[in-house]
């Protein structure tokens, strides 16, 4: 028989695998702890919506709806859909449709895959994972601020210190309107300046071209008037407002008259976090208001505010960091040999389990069960804490071995059945051997 060609994941989509999924969890549980502390409550959404919650939502020159979208027809029964790029559509689709802010705002959060039709590059996939959090139903400043406060308390506990905060209002629709009559004048004027990208987005979406990265755009960008010289009293105010907060809670930042947002529905306060860490991808996460969202999706006007971080970038910035989560460990490994003994050491496994301790007992490869030593080999590999030997001996005379695997001075111990379980919790907990149990998470002793 011919050998079958290997199926490879698809271009840009990346497997989480187990040496990594620690520092994911560590993410992952300092992130929704620290939410759960602000207020903030879990919701899932699916993964595929209509494909014009997107278009409607994103705005329909932004470059994900340009050209970032999977976008599909099924071919059940024809519905066009999309696999979600980003977040806030579907919450905001969802506190509509089941009228979550009937008794008053709500604060919400999320996680999960979003997809994106990019060129693969550092920091930048097709299949990434977003943390975002969405407030709906909150008007002032206030919230916005307590965001922004919320990320920050986010890199603290996550011993990032190299992340610093971009801030900027960009008004609302009337006051755009005739910033950008002035941008585009401006643009045109320098019409020779322009690349190809910009001159298309001229008079699609011109404030986006604030946003590029070509050093050769830079000066005349730079030139460009500023968004924040048309806002009115009540945008200031609001801009004031927040900055109020923030400088009263020591939060550095640095007003960016150039950040924009490249979804069309935000308004007033936008910010983002972003690191020299990460080469070119180096925002780490990206929020602001997006008071117009929930009108245009025919609900009754509702404001709303929210930001959404990448955890690839931010893994990737931890690692950097030198953040080290603990390894997957386990407390026991159990080592058997023969039938009888492999049957108790099921019995054993269990009853530990019972007491809170994880336990990997030994199976069969394809190569059979394994020696003694070829099992103990990879008891030591596991990083148990204790080795719990089942074998001829043992099973003649009701007892297990129990043998320390990080302590190297300390002895086994011969343990009857009964008695293995309180031995190993005595033993782990520190009531007896005083052994170092690590520290991990998943895992709770009684
Ligand atoms: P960029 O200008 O880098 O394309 P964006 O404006 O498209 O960013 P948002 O839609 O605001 O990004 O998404 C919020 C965050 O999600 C980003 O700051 C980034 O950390 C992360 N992110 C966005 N796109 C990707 C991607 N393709 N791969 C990995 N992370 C991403
Ligand atoms: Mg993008």
Request: proline share 4%; net charge negative.
């Amino acid at each position: 028989m011919s050998k079958q060609e290997k199926i490879l994941a698809v271009k840009g989509m990346n497997d989480i695998l187990p040496a990594d999924a620690p520092m994911w969890e560590l993410f992952e549980n300092t992130a929704e702890s620290i939410l759960k502390s602000y207020g903030y409550q879990k919701i899932v959404t699916p993964i595929l919506e209509e494909t014009g919650l997107f278009a409607r939502a994103i705005g329909a020159v932004t470059d994900i709806v340009e050209k970032e979208m999977y976008s599909f027809t099924d071919s059940m029964n024809g519905d066009l859909l999309t696999l979600r790029p980003e977040g806030t559509a579907g919450v905001v689709r969802a506190v509509l449709e089941h009228n979550l802010v009937y008794d008053g705002p709500k604060r919400l959060w999320y996680k999960g895959p979003m997809f994106r039709h990019e060129r693969p590059q550092r920091g930048r996939y097709r299949q990434f994972f977003q943390f975002g959090a969405e407030a709906v139903g909150f008007a002032g400043p206030d919230i916005d601020a307590e965001m922004i406060m919320l990320c920050r308390r986010m890199w603290d506990d996550l011993g990032l210190d190299e992340v610093r905060l971009e801030l900027n209002s960009i008004g609302n629709a009337a006051e755009r309107l005739r910033h950008r009559a002035d941008l585009i004048a401006h643009f045109e004027a320098n019409i020779d300046t322009l690349d190809a990208e910009a001159k298309r987005r001229l008079h699609t979406n011109p404030l986006r071209i604030l946003d590029t990265k070509n050093p050769a755009m830079q000066e005349l960008v730079n030139a460009a008037p500023k968004l924040l010289d048309y806002l009115e009293a009540e945008s200031l105010a609001h801009f004031e407002g927040v900055r109020k907060i923030l400088d009263h809670n020591n939060v550095q930042y640095t007003v960016n008259p150039r950040l924009v947002r490249g979804i069309d529905y935000y308004n007033r306060t936008v910010f983002e976090w972003v690191t020299d860490k990460l080469g070119a991808q180096g925002t780490i996460c990206a929020g602001g208001r997006y008071d117009p969202l929930i009108e245009m999706f025919g609900g009754k006007a509702t404001p709303g505010v929210g930001f959404a971080m990448g955890i690839e970038r931010i893994i990737e910035l931890m690692k950097a960091a030198g953040e080290m989560a603990s390894p997957n460990q386990c407390d026991v490994y159990m080592v058997h040999q023969g039938d009888a003994a492999q049957l108790q050491a099921f019995v054993l496994a269990e009853r530990i389990r019972d007491a809170g301790l994880d336990v990997v007992l030994h199976c069969a490869t394809p190569a059979g069960a394994g020696s003694f030593k070829s099992q103990m080999k990879k008891a030591d590999g596991s990083g148990a804490a204790f080795a719990v030997i089942l074998g001829e001996d043992e099973m003649a005379n009701g007892t297990a071995a129990v043998k320390p695997m990080r302590d190297m001075g300390a002895a086994q111990a011969s343990v009857p059945f009964d008695d293995v379980v309180d031995y190993l919790v005595d033993q782990i907990t520190g009531g007896g051997g005083g052994h170092d149990h690590g520290d991990h998470s998943n895992c709770t002793h009684h």
